[in-house]
């Protein structure tokens, strides 16, 4: 039974390019969550999905920053243009419903240079 | 004020030692208590989940809640120097999870 999936598990990129972070949640899961961890600091929230749909938003930055859970495939955090500040690590949850505990992935570590 | 208030610690005990980790939050809406251990560069794994006040044990961790204080406890019993981590309290209010800084602890044998 495999747990949260994330890909890339390290992902460079250069000042102004894209980056795109993947998540397949565990199986039986439909609940999507994004988290980010800056150095030092405590995982912020970011967004939450269901398929096909954003339930909340109100953690992700107005502008650069995307998200999606499709019908068919992983979720995906977009994010465009990155700047250095973004160089953090990102962790996605799943959960069998908005009242289930959250389990988390390995986390996709993004480096700007 | 912080939602979630988390010390940072790092607290540094012998193994064998009761550990004592602590939160304490603002907001009585929040429903829903966890508590998450994470190793250096790892994903958040999870330990306790509760909803009432009252303790909660499995194994040698014993996760506490008090509502009426808005205040969590997690206590880990004969504690194993692989027990060294970071510990996240985290809580569920409208969907998303709070979480506090976290707490490292190094167990020394």
């Known amino acids: 039974n495999a747990g949260v999936m994330q890909n890339p598990r390290h992902l460079v990129r250069r000042r102004g390019q894209e980056a795109r972070l993947r998540c397949s949640p565990m199986k039986g899961h439909s609940h999507v969550y994004w988290y980010r961890q800056l150095p030092e600091e405590g995982l912020k929230f970011m967004v939450y999905?269901?398929?096909?749909?954003?339930?909340?938003e109100s953690g992700m930055p107005k502008e650069r920053f995307s998200a999606e859970f499709p019908k068919e495939g992983p979720s995906i955090l977009r994010i465009q243009q990155v700047v250095r500040g973004d160089s953090a690590a990102y962790f996605c949850a799943s959960a069998r419903d908005r009242e289930s505990e959250q389990y988390f992935g390995p986390g996709t570590r993004l480096t700007v240079t | 004020q912080k939602e979630v208030e988390q010390d940072p610690g790092p607290l540094s005990v012998p193994e064998g030692a009761i550990v004592s980790l602590n939160c304490t939050y603002s907001?009585?809406?929040?429903?829903?208590f966890m508590w998450y251990r994470q190793y250096s560069r790892k994903g958040p794994e999870l330990l306790m989940y509760?909803?009432?006040?009252g303790n909660k044990e499995d194994g040698r961790f014993t996760a506490q809640v008090d509502k009426s204080s808005k205040y969590i406890s997690l206590f880990i019993r004969d504690s194993q120097p692989s027990d060294s981590a970071t510990y996240l309290c985290a809580i569920a209010g409208f969907q998303k999870l709070v979480f506090g800084t976290g707490t490292r602890l190094l167990v020394s044998p």
């Open positions: 999905l269901q398929k096909e749909n954003i339930i909340d």
């Open positions: 907001n009585s809406a929040f429903q829903y």
């Open positions: 509760t909803y009432s006040s």
